[in-house]
């Protein structure tokens, strides 16, 4: 029985056609109980943040064996989000990885899909822990912006933002430019940061909580709540 899915993608769909299936089905290697990590939708850190790390924090409140596989595709697997938590943290590295190689078929009697509200403080503290992030003192100032060569969002008049930014000390970062390590190690660092509406967002999930102010610009007619409840 399907119980959810997370991200429908038009071009590249998360759940084949039935054809395949009937096709492939006598190949399927058979699995009796496993949990599913993500089906394809773990494409960015956002994602793997909220849709897959946290919900691991559900796991020990189940009586599931703690060596229970964990499916993630290969896809996932090699990310370079996915592999920087794997090789920070013994914890996330001590589960029971199943990776699934493209065109492998797996039937599981008992697939278990876990879910936490990952904006709720145990699993972000869960999550935050899995990252064994250092203790950092903030001062940076900061105005993420985004390359308007990937991405058509951004502000007729930005120009005239960052001049009044750099007055008050801010400096101009675009994280798509930046590494996992290199993006962690600035939001640890960032005391104040001013940001356009978007998934880049999601990594004041790094910076420290008792110091952290955050300005988000967003459109008058769009009310996009996540990152205020985030930050909240």
């Not at 007729?156 to 798509?176: C, K, P, Q, R, T």
């Not at 999601?202 to 996009?224: D, G």
Request: net charge positive; aromatic share 16%; glycine share 2%.
């Amino acid at each position: 029985q399907l119980i959810e899915q997370t991200v429908v993608f038009t071009a590249d769909y998360q759940y084949p056609y039935i054809l395949p299936h009937l096709l492939h089905r006598n190949k399927a290697k058979f699995i009796k109980a496993a949990v599913l990590y993500d089906g394809s939708a773990t494409r960015n850190l956002y994602h793997h943040l909220i849709e897959t790390v946290c919900r691991l924090s559900v796991l020990s409140k189940t009586d599931l064996p703690t060596d229970i596989p964990i499916i993630v595709n290969r896809f996932v697997y090699n990310s370079s989000f996915f592999q920087y938590l794997f090789s920070r943290s013994n914890q996330f590295r001590s589960f029971n990885w199943l990776v699934q190689e493209p065109h492998e078929w797996l039937q599981v009697e008992k697939l278990y899909r876990p879910k936490a509200l990952y904006f709720g403080k145990e699993s972000w503290n869960f999550t935050r822990n899995l990252y064994n992030l250092n203790k950092v003192s903030p001062s940076r100032r900061v105005f993420l912006s985004r390359d308007k060569k990937r991405y058509t969002r951004g502000l007729s008049n930005e120009i005239e933002v960052i001049n009044m930014l750099h007055l008050h000390g801010f400096e101009v970062v675009y994280a798509e430019h930046l590494s996992v390590d290199e993006q962690v190690k600035l939001f640890q660092e960032t005391e104040y940061l001013v940001a356009l509406t978007g998934m880049g967002l999601i990594q004041q999930f790094f910076m420290c909580y008792e110091k952290a102010h955050i300005i988000e610009i967003i459109p008058v007619n769009r009310l996009m709540p996540e990152y205020y409840c985030q930050a909240y």
